[in-house]
């Protein structure tokens, strides 16, 4: 699976747009781009996934570059509830492989009131 | 719709006795994770189980750990003679097999302190 880089930290005000961004320099093909986020003592809880083309769902939006380097998730309208461990991983997508989930460090997004 | 369930939510033991933490994955799931994350930590891997298929049992750490899975629904992870190091939140993840991608449906955990 390839390589991800986010920023440790991020802070939004409440409402506005989060913007988060994520570097898979190394990205293959046939390799999806899968937001996951952890909000504190809760397990982990998957956002939105695509492979080149924007993805949009109730939950946020995917932008990825047209040379698929990289991503931004898009919580449009952020709120406190949205404060949490936003970890975005590459991998191969397939239904019902076997692939064991792992996390980098994330990006710890706080939304201030 | 209902999600990943975990019981207990918090268990608390003595070094030395045996747990079992319980998983109820979505309904129709054909595919089940288990995980623990300690304090500050990643994931770490335990367990899978795919329909019918043998468990992939490379994550377990120890023989003290062992998972079933009933009836293709239903999974315990039981860890016997606990120790302070296997301390940590137990997390079950399933999954709707046969998508076109496949994305992991968490439960809430099962925080296990050994004291």
């Known amino acids: 699976d390839a390589k991800t880089t986010q920023p440790p930290s991020m802070d939004c005000a409440e409402g506005r747009a989060a913007n988060l961004p994520c570097n898979h320099s190394?990205?293959?093909?046939?390799?999806?781009v899968y937001w996951y986020r952890q909000i504190h003592s809760q397990g982990p809880q998957y956002i939105i996934h695509g492979l080149k083309n924007n993805e949009t769902n109730e939950m946020a939006s995917l932008i990825i570059t047209e040379d698929r380097k990289s991503s931004t998730l898009i919580l449009p309208h952020a709120t406190l509830r949205d404060t949490a461990v936003y970890y975005c991983?590459?991998?191969?997508?397939?239904?019902?492989?076997?692939?064991?989930?792992?996390f980098g460090k994330g990006t710890l997004l706080t939304v201030n009131p | 719709g209902a999600g990943v369930s975990q019981s207990p939510s918090n268990k608390v033991t003595e070094k030395g006795k045996d747990v079992e933490l319980r998983c109820d994955p979505i309904s129709g799931h054909t595919a089940l994770y288990w995980y623990r994350q300690s304090l500050g930590q990643g994931l770490e891997f335990l367990i899978y189980?795919?329909?019918?298929?043998?468990?992939?049992k490379s994550g377990l750490p120890s023989d003290r750990f062992s998972a079933e899975r009933t009836g293709g629904s239903v999974s315990t992870l039981t860890i016997q003679r606990t120790q302070q190091e296997d301390s940590a939140v137990y997390l079950c993840a399933s999954i709707r097999a046969g998508a076109r991608t496949d994305t992991q449906y968490f439960g809430p955990g099962t925080r296990l302190t050994v004291l």
């Open positions: 189980f795919q329909g019918n298929s043998a468990p992939d």
């Open positions: 991983i590459v991998r191969v997508g397939s239904g019902g492989s076997n692939y064991k989930l792992t």
């Open positions: 190394t990205i293959s093909g046939n390799e999806y």
